[in-house]
């Protein structure tokens, strides 16, 4: 099994939708969470970073983690064609300890919104 | 301010022969962390410098992959003997805290293909 479980999908929608994308993880030791989106050819960009247990918006996107369940979230509100991309979860145990920051990724949902 | 850069962006080489990838990071960043992600997976962690020492290594598959740092700046990652099960895009990420608390600026890649 996995540390990081995310659904590969792809997962197409129509412009406007909201867009769940979700991940499941196994190590309890994960503190630091993040969502990274990462378009065709290019390196991977962040987009919400979570320190902890609670929910953070930005803008569209909203990101929530519960530790409790060893589950994170991100929504896209209005979704747009700009945001057909590869999304992925990515988290860290951080500072302390020898794990110095190293992430652990998901797989990657491959979304498409359509016009 | 230039970002993280990686050369070359494409490498094809025949089964055996030796490869080198370079890694830029962001003026300043003290950590550097090298990810591979083979076709339609996630990034895998490779390994993580904290100026020019390398303290975590776990991730380098085999004894075929080394890397170095320099100056406290370029990295050079390297592939001995390449094997098909070596294709994929290599990744290089640099922060600018110790142990990475903060974003990894992530470069463009490089896509490596044996044949």
């Known amino acids: 099994q996995k540390e990081v479980e995310q659904d590969p999908g792809p997962l197409s929608v129509p412009e406007g939708a909201i867009v769940s994308l979700n991940c499941t993880y196994s190590?309890?030791?994960?503190?630091?969470f993040m969502w990274y989106r990462q378009y065709s050819r290019k390196g991977p960009e962040l987009l919400m970073y979570t320190y902890s247990s609670g929910n953070k918006e930005d803008g569209r996107f909203t990101a929530q983690v519960d530790k409790s369940s060893k589950y994170i979230s991100l929504f896209i509100r209005d979704s747009q064609p700009s945001d057909s991309a590869t999304y992925l979860c990515a988290m860290s145990e951080g500072a302390g300890g020898t794990s110095y920051g190293k992430l652990t990724f998901g797989q990657g949902t491959i979304l498409t919104v359509h016009p | 301010g230039a970002g993280v850069s990686q050369s070359p962006s494409n490498k094809v080489t025949e089964k055996g022969k030796d490869v080198e990838l370079r890694c830029d990071p962001i003026s300043g960043h003290t950590a550097l962390y090298w990810y591979r992600q083979r076709l339609g997976q996630g990034l895998e962690f490779l390994i993580y410098?904290?100026?020019?020492?390398?303290?975590?290594k776990s991730g380098l598959p085999s004894d075929r992959f080394s890397a170095e740092r320099t100056g406290e700046s370029v990295s050079t990652l390297t592939i001995q003997r390449t094997q098909q099960e070596d294709s994929a895009v290599y990744l290089c990420a640099s922060t600018q805290t110790r142990f990475a608390e903060g974003e990894q600026f992530f470069g463009p890649g490089t896509r490596l293909t044996v044949l």
């Open positions: 410098f904290q100026g020019n020492s390398a303290p975590d």
């Open positions: 190590n309890s030791a994960f503190q630091y």
